[in-house]
């Protein structure tokens, strides 16, 4: 069973980046698996960002997220990223990352597809 850990979240000043980690835990592996990076904003539904896909790194935007958002993944590190550029007011909210052995490149990058999930680091960039 794949288990997750998100890092790297913080306050940051509108027009700054960050780059959040989702680590899997010891005795895992993100090999096999598909990971998505999710946001859900005070008062609103959980929404995808992007997600890549297990067997050949395609990724797949929701079709909201703007290309300031780039996922990665080192599997040397074991660790897949979001590298978010450009922060602005409305990227705040609480990033999840989430993995699933079956989601693939021509599907919705979606939350429903994803089985296994971190719990989640916070993004904070003040109006």
């Known amino acids: 069973q794949l288990q997750l850990a998100e890092s790297g979240g913080g306050w940051v000043q509108p027009g700054g980046s960050l780059k959040l980690s989702c680590a899997a835990a010891?005795?895992?592996?993100?090999?096999?698996?598909?990971i998505g990076w999710f946001r859900q904003a005070p008062g609103k539904e959980r929404e995808a960002v992007v997600c890549i896909s297990s067997s050949d790194d395609r990724v797949r935007y929701a079709d909201s997220t703007e290309d300031r958002f780039i996922i990665s993944r080192d599997y040397a590190k074991n660790t897949a990223y979001l590298q978010i550029d450009g922060l602005k007011p409305e990227d705040s909210g609480v990033y999840t990352c989430?993995?699933?052995?079956?989601?693939?490149?021509?599907?919705?990058?979606?939350?429903?597809?994803?089985?296994?999930w971190g719990q989640g680091t916070q993004v904070i960039v003040p109006s």
């Open positions: 989430a993995g699933d052995p079956v989601w693939h490149v021509e599907a919705r990058c979606s939350s429903t597809w994803f089985q296994y």
């Open positions: 010891s005795g895992s592996t993100l090999r096999g698996y598909a």
